[in-house]
RNA sequence: GGCAUCGUGGCGGAGUGGUUACGCGAAGGUCUGCAAAACCUUUUACACCGGUUCAAUUCCGGUCGAUGCCUCCA
């Protein structure tokens, strides 16, 4: 398998530390809003990792993180979300908040048919954990304390930002504000923040150093080696992250242990709206939900984002998703000729296994999706056209069960139409065959009203749901 | 201001130094009882200007444009 290393910026072949078992983080939601489809595409694009890992063979140990601790403080009274206005008006705390937030991301994942990771952590339940990490720093001089909390110290690291290839002195320090003049440098970032003098903060806990809240990159570097250790194999996340947040886990991790924190580290790119990124101030941020109302299937989204690299930028748009529900239709009727199979169809077992070895080839080369659809879409085409016969139902059905463990679309879920339909069709084939195409016409109308489309072959009729 | 990435046909989206990516859509046609499906044709594809080359969308340089990061952000 191969796989983009951001580390050295080439595709390299993959190998983990155990012949067999890869250890795999990636970076989770911050639950304090609901997630947006971009949130929900890197989740769908790691996903689709692990499963072409699994399909490789190998068992994947995967560690996503949940963060509900960071910013969430008793007044919170920012940004436009209503509901978080509203469960403050209610006297909500920051707990219910990320509880709320937690259930309805983890509702999402499951409708876009995301696997459930080997373990998802909370932040708020690792704490011991941060706080044993921080201490290791101190023990190693790599931290100091200013009033407003607990800092690690670039300084003592001279390979930071190296991942990101960031070069410091041309970096604008000035842009940012509220920076802590007490800082020693601007690239300095908190492990363990104090909560301010005279306040009181829903998620605070006791520490070596007061009373706070941890840092905003301690936890993953904290949770993704209490899980996997001290060396991840693959560490993912957006591409948001490589220049602040992952830049800041390889310091702490690699300063705390004093081996390489992780050996691949992949990607994604993001998802714009209108060649703009997505971000709830611009009122762009739309969920599943919202694409549910208007009919369309989390599966529809997750076809859409499968459909483009993950490492490239990819455009959502309305017309891009209806593009991806006819396509996942057509995908949906080729796996229900499973249930119309013909005698003298022309479509063989090997038809099947050399478009599944041809698209898990392209899965192998750092996760080409598009190539990999590509590949699909010339048997779907020769399906349709000379349909599948009897004999290469097990073939038929194999490479139906291959498709839903590297695509998730399901295409195997769905069932059989019923009797009274089936006798419908025959019906109309009756009603053909005497050219009585009046009630021909009638059967098939009727059939139309059920979402069932017919269409005529040489074999006889072939039906799609809509 | 600094650092990056990218500009492909109506939309989405791959890839490549010389041959149809693929998906969705539109127009016309063949076929069909009518449809559907399929097939054929059309919808002037690779931002612009130079350079290298027998040959560039694909390499090099420049121009213009877009986007991202530098601040929590997938």
């Known amino acids: 398998m191969q796989l983009y290393n951001t580390k050295t910026r080439r595709l390299e072949h993959f190998t ?21 489809i971009g949130n929900y595409a890197t989740y769908i694009r790691w996903d689709l990792l692990v499963r072409v890992l699994k399909e490789s063979g190998y068992t994947v140990d995967w560690v996503m993180n949940i963060t509900d601790v960071g910013h969430l403080t008793g007044d919170v009274d920012e940004g436009e979300d209503k509901l978080q206005k509203g469960a403050n008006r209610e006297g909500k705390t920051a707990w219910d908040i990320a509880e709320f937030y937690t259930k309805d991301f983890f509702r999402n994942l499951h ?41 690690f110290d670039t300084a003592t690291f001279p390979a930071y930002g190296e991942l990101a290839k960031l070069k410091l002195d041309s970096l604008q320090a000035g842009a940012r504000v509220g920076v802590n003049p007490q800082k020693r440098s601007p690239w300095d970032f908190a492990l363990w923040k104090f909560t301010p003098k005279g306040q009181k903060r829903d998620m605070e806990w006791d520490s070596p150093w ?40 390889i310091a702490q991790s690699e300063a ?29 941020g739309i969920t599943p939900h919202d694409l549910s109302k208007q009919g369309f299937s989390p599966l529809d989204l997750r076809l859409l984002f499968l459909q483009s690299h993950y490492r490239s930028s990819a455009n959502f748009s309305r017309d891009a998703l209806q593009a991806a529900h006819k396509r996942r239709l057509a995908l949906q ?29 392209e899965l192998q080369n750092d996760l080409r999706t598009p190539e990999a659809f590509a590949a699909l879409s010339g048997l779907v085409d020769s399906a349709e056209t000379y349909l599948v016969a009897p004999d290469a139902k097990q073939a038929f059905d194999g490479f139906l069960a291959f498709l839903d463990r590297i695509f998730g679309l399901q295409l195997a879920g769905s069932t059989d139409i019923t009797a009274e339909q089936k006798e419908l069709i025959a019906k109309r084939e009756q009603a053909r065959g005497a050219k009585d195409f009046e009630h021909a016409d009638t059967y098939r109308q009727e059939l139309a009203a059920q979402n069932i489309e017919l269409r005529d072959t040489p074999l006889g009729s072939i039906w799609q749901r809509r």
């Open 111 to 151: 409708d876009l048919h995301v696997q459930q990771p080997t373990h998802t952590p909370r932040a708020t339940q690792h704490i011991p954990q941060q706080i044993k990490l921080v201490q290791a720093l101190e023990k190693r001089g790599h931290t100091y304390i200013i009033d407003d909390g607990v800092y």
């Open 16 to 36: 983990p530390q155990d012949e067999n078992r890869v250890g795999l983080y990636t970076c989770g939601p911050t639950v304090y809003d609901y997630q947006h």
């Open 333 to 361: 009727a080729f796996a229900d000729l499973r249930f119309q199979l013909k005698e003298g169809a022309q479509l063989a077992a090997n038809d099947f296994s050399d478009v599944q070895a041809a698209m898990l080839t």
């Open 256 to 284: 705390a242990t004093g081996v390489p924190f992780a050996n691949y580290w992949l990607h994604s790119n993001h998802i714009m709206i209108d060649g703009a990124k997505i971000a709830k101030s611009d009122g762009n």
């Open 210 to 249: 007061g009373k706070g809240f941890p840092g905003w990159h301690i936890e993953c570097s904290a949770m993704s080696m209490e899980y996997l250790g001290s060396t991840l194999d693959i560490h993912a996340g957006g591409i948001d992250h490589l220049p602040v947040h992952h830049v800041n886990e």
